[in-house]
């Protein structure tokens, strides 16, 4: 149950800290907005675009704006799994040796993995447990994460040389993926004007809690969704599907495998965060408009003939929203 | 929270009320577009419109009637309701949201939250439901097919300006059997009577018209020179079956007699009598007197007896086989002393017996219309279009006259036959009468007259 003061709490908690991020972070709303539903819904992130746009200090900006420990790995073709999660060592204490465990960068709150498609796929799997279970097993131990939780990865969409290009599985696992574009001219101006001058970026002090940030968690999950929206959210993931009836022809044409459940829940919970964000206490149409392609742009998979075509996953889910109505 | 209540209240009576309008309609379209294919299909095939088809143009209005209270009684899906009343009205699903959560206490504070959103004034329903474009055309269209209907079932039936309606003509044709036939002279149309121009013009247009619906069922199974034909208003099944079955040779009709009494109690017919009268004035001597003396008899078993007695005995043998019907010559004259107007002649013509009898080949007659000749050729008794006679017997007077409208004896006008004959199945019978409307009681006659046909093995 959720009472009015938890839920004015929660309002105010997460508008201070959106206030905080911009404070640093110049344009990009959709990417901080999905940087904070991630972090309100248990989820993870993948980032996509060319370096210098600004992904690290996004994570560094809301590392920093909600007090939590913020850890950064570079990935990089020779990583290894006990890199990122971390290795038994022999320590010796009052002249005994033993092992010991020494945790890796993935024991911390926000964990930056940069470039992680320049990894190996053992490497990369070496997260999959930390973003599902946010859980860390070495030997015969399991560790568990400090909550709150979440893994921001970025890949260049370039320079796809010598790249591992995350498998499926690992993909489906990030709750949001969002696309990091180009700063506009005033932004870009903007940009500038902040690294130049004085003293240069600042990181913000905390602006919330972490009791804040997990009463939010509590109340974004009590945000109600009506039952003809979450069979609106169903439908339009079925519509993903090339053998759906109600899959668009474009979609029944170009695309391999579509949305999985992971999708639809993560489009639900996605839709009540984004809600919470904009200070409304229940998921509107607009909350699933607004997060619809970022919760499920990473999770369909292009035939070949997509992928000969060159067609594009967003205009395909475009495609889907266009066709599938709310009223029927 | 009351309000919210009111609201949804008032929402689900206005779909409750559009669903009604349009069931109402997609009812009432339904109905009256096969209303119309059926008044389209008689139209075609019978170019009449039933009564009861026009009866049925009340069907849609029924069903409409109909469907518009099914769609108020049955439940609705309350939740679909309000999502597009919050599409409609641009509510962020707060409608839907509300009724979902609004009835649990643990989520009141969020209710509050929610319902504080909906505009201040009460939610004006016929805009959140409006009737939907498509649903509009349904209306219209179910509407326009209704009216349709209804207009083309309003078109008054094609009445024959030279007959009364049909059911009267029937009653006419029953009543006038029994007691008041007309005069023959007026009812029947003698082609060797010269006729006034009036008359003629009379007949002419009776000739073209159609009376009523047996002249469609003479065009169907008869030849064209033969669609004018007269008709015959003795339609009991007796006489139709008798008529069916008769040959025309004495000793013929007097084993058909023979077997008809003998299965029932009965005494001769007025058909019967006559034919033996007509048998007997030909006949000579020895046989007339025993047909005479068979027409005096009083009982049934007399009459078996005596007619065994004329069937038995050799020496009227020849005679027997001769005499026989003759229906090649179509006068229309009545002939001689024959009250019948049937012309008689033995088999072997007047050589026969050595007395000229009435029935010579050419002589003008009235054929008796107990029997039918359709196959047999010259030297029988000729049944003309002429006046018949009236019968004296214990049925009381009994006349025969001649009127259009039943299907058999066509009067000929050559003595030939057209191969493919008139005859008609049963099954054709009732294939042609069920595109008629008819009264009941005539077509039951028709369709006994074929049963009876189909069980004589004719």
């Known amino acids: 149950m959720i009472t009015e003061a938890q839920l004015e709490r929660a309002s105010n908690a997460l508008s201070s800290l959106q206030t905080a991020i911009r404070q640093v972070i110049v344009g990009q709303p959709d990417v901080i907005r999905a940087a904070l539903i991630a972090f309100l819904c248990r989820g993870n992130v993948l980032l996509e675009g060319v370096p210098g746009l600004g992904k690290t200090l996004l994570v560094r900006t809301l590392a920093s704006a909600v007090g939590l420990r913020y850890s950064r790995i570079q990935f990089t073709p020779d990583l290894m799994p006990a890199d990122i999660i971390g290795t038994d060592i022999i320590t010796e204490t009052d002249g005994r040796r033993q092992f010991e465990f020494s945790a890796g960068p993935v024991f911390a709150n926000v964990v930056l993995a940069d470039e992680v498609n320049r990894a190996t796929p053992k490497t990369q799997s070496a997260l999959l447990e930390a973003m599902e279970e946010r859980t860390v097993s070495v030997g015969k131990s399991t560790y568990t994460l400090d909550e709150p939780y979440i893994v921001l990865a970025t890949q260049n969409p370039i320079e796809m040389e010598g790249t591992y290009p995350l498998p499926e599985a690992q993909l489906d696992r990030f709750m949001l993926k969002a696309t990091v574009h180009f700063p506009s001219l005033d932004e870009l101006s903007q940009i500038v004007e902040r690294t130049t001058e004085g003293i240069g970026i600042q990181l913000p002090e905390p602006a919330v809690t972490r009791d804040d940030i997990l009463l939010a968690r509590d109340v974004v999950r009590g945000i109600p969704i009506a039952d003809s929206l979450r069979t609106y959210v169903s439908r339009l993931v079925l519509a993903t599907h090339p053998e759906s009836k109600n899959a668009p022809d474009r979609v029944r044409q170009f695309v391999e495998y579509g949305a999985s459940p992971r999708g639809a829940i993560a489009l639900i919970l996605a839709a009540k965060a984004h809600a919470l964000l904009e200070g409304e206490a229940h998921v509107r149409p607009a909350d699933i408009e607004n997060v619809f392609r970022s919760a499920l742009v990473h999770r369909l998979i292009l035939n070949f003939r997509g992928e000969a075509e060159g067609i594009s996953i967003p205009s395909l889910l475009d495609d889907v929203w266009s066709k599938v109505q709310l009223v029927q | ?458």
């Open chain 2, 1 to 458: 929270m009351d309000d919210t209540k009111s609201t949804f209240s008032r929402l689900e009576r206005r779909a409750r009320r559009v669903r009604a309008i349009l069931w109402g309609a997609l009812f009432g379209w339904a109905t009256a577009a096969a209303v119309l294919v059926s008044i389209g299909i008689h139209a075609v095939l019978s170019r009449t419109i039933p009564y009861d088809v026009q009866i049925a143009v009340c069907a849609p209005l029924t069903l409409a009637a109909l469907g518009y209270v099914i769609g108020s009684v049955r439940s609705i899906d309350v939740a679909r309701v309000l999502l597009r009343a919050d599409v409609t009205l641009d509510l962020d699903a707060r409608l839907t949201t509300l009724h979902e959560i609004g009835w649990q206490p643990s989520m009141e504070p969020i209710a509050r939250r929610v319902a504080a959103g909906l505009p201040p004034d009460s939610i004006n329903v016929r805009q959140a439901l409006p009737f939907r474009l498509r649903e509009l055309m349904v209306i219209v269209t179910a509407a326009v097919f209704t009216v349709a209907a209804i207009a083309v079932a309003a078109i008054p039936p094609r009445v024959d300006p030279a007959g009364p309606p049909l059911a009267e003509e029937g009653v006419a044709i029953v009543e006038g059997a029994v007691d008041e036939s007309p005069d023959p002279s007026e009812t029947i149309v003698d082609d060797s009577e010269p006729m006034s121009p009036e008359v003629a013009e009379t007949h002419e247009d009776e000739d073209t018209a159609e009376p009523y619906a047996f002249n469609d069922i003479l065009a169907e199974i008869r030849p064209d020179d033969a669609a004018d034909t007269s008709l015959i208003d003795d339609t009991s099944a007796e006489s139709l079956t008798t008529r069916a079955k008769a040959d025309t040779s004495l000793e013929d009709v007097l084993r058909q007699i023979e077997g008809r009494l003998a299965g029932e109690d009965d005494l001769l017919s007025a058909a019967e009598i006559a034919a033996l009268e007509a048998f007997r004035d030909a006949g000579t001597g020895p046989l007339a007197e025993t047909l005479d003396s068979l027409l005096q008899t009083a009982t049934r078993e007399d009459a078996l007896r005596r007619i065994s007695d004329i069937l038995t005995d050799r020496s009227l043998q020849e005679e027997r086989q001769g005499l026989r019907l003759d229906f090649d010559e179509m006068t229309g004259e009545p002939a001689g002393e024959n009250e019948t107007g049937a012309t008689l002649e033995t088999a072997s013509g007047t050589s026969d017996g050595g007395d000229e009898t009435p029935g010579e080949p050419g002589n003008q007659g009235t054929a008796f219309p107990m029997f039918d000749s359709t196959t047999q050729a010259g030297g029988e008794l000729v049944l003309v279009g002429a006046a018949l006679p009236s019968v004296v017997g214990e049925e009381g007077e009994f006349k025969y006259y001649l009127t259009k409208g039943v299907p058999i004896e066509p009067p000929m006008t050559s003595n030939e036959v057209p191969e493919d004959g008139w005859s008609l199945s049963y099954e054709q019978a009732e294939s042609i009468l069920s595109t008629r409307t008819l009264p009941d009681d005539v077509l039951d006659a028709v369709r006994a007259y074929f049963v009876r046909i189909t069980e004589g093995g004719s």
